[in-house]
């Protein structure tokens, strides 16, 4: 079966620093990872997905996020904080085949300081 | 490409009544999953349906029940709504199958007094 961890219910950087935002999953076979962002009182928005191939995805609004096997991560990153990206930011991991549905994460709230 | 839609977006039930949410998935989407998103327990995966078949189900009582129709379009109802059924309630829609990337609608708020 598949599960998500992220680590941290809650992060805060200040405006302009990086954003790390963390993200392990646990998986019987090779996953599909994705990351999707919510803003206050609407839907999720897909992020960026890794499938296979490159290890180094982008996605939209300067995120990225990097696959590693080994360490069974995929933590979020953004090199300079905006205000625009406070939200809350949801990890989901799947087995890519077949039709069993995706794992969420908690969530991690995303606080950015002026 | 018009995105998932869901209807209505706010809802306010008395305890014990009964409540039907729709959502009308991306053109061409024969996936519908729905979630209930909730500050304590955060997404929680309701049920998902594929050419009008329920495929998959989580952990719900039997008051949660849904449907799919011949042009993909899917209804959850809640029977005998209880206070702590208050919640997001989101839909979500993919191609063929869950386990690749699904896109949200914007969910509906039930609030159960």
């Known amino acids: 079966a598949q599960s998500v961890t992220q680590l941290g219910s809650h992060v805060s950087v200040s405006e302009g620093a990086l954003v790390l935002l963390r993200c392990n999953y646990s998986?019987?076979?090779?996953?599909?990872l994705f990351w999707y962002v919510q803003y206050p009182n609407q839907g999720l928005q897909l992020l960026l997905k890794?499938?296979?191939?490159?290890?180094l995805v982008k996605g939209i609004n300067g995120f990225e996020a990097e696959f590693k096997k080994s360490e069974t991560s995929f933590h979020l990153t953004k090199p300079s904080a905006h205000m625009s990206d406070a939200a809350e930011y949801f990890c989901?991991?799947?087995?890519?085949?077949?039709?069993?549905?995706?794992?969420f994460g908690k969530g991690t709230r995303l606080s950015v300081i002026a | 490409k018009a995105g998932v839609t869901q209807t209505p977006r706010y809802l306010i039930k008395t305890r014990g009544q009964q409540v039907t949410l729709s959502c009308s998935p991306i053109s061409g989407h024969r996936s519908v999953s729905w979630y209930q998103q909730t500050p304590g327990q955060g997404l929680q995966f309701l049920f998902e349906?594929?050419?009008?078949?329920?495929?998959n189900k989580g952990n719900f009582p039997g008051r949660f029940s849904g449907r799919q129709f011949s042009n993909s379009r899917s209804e959850m109802n809640v029977s005998t709504l209880e206070l702590g059924d208050s919640a997001l309630y989101l839909c979500?829609?993919?191609?063929?199958?869950?386990?690749?990337?699904?896109?949200f609608g914007p969910g509906t708020r039930l609030t159960v007094t």
């Open positions: 890794y499938t296979t191939g490159a290890t």
């Open positions: 979500a829609s993919s191609l063929e199958q869950p386990s690749h990337e699904q896109y």
């Open positions: 349906y594929f050419s009008e078949t329920q495929r």
């Open positions: 989901a991991v799947s087995r890519g085949s077949g039709n069993t549905p995706l794992v």
């Open positions: 998986s019987s076979v090779p996953p599909y």
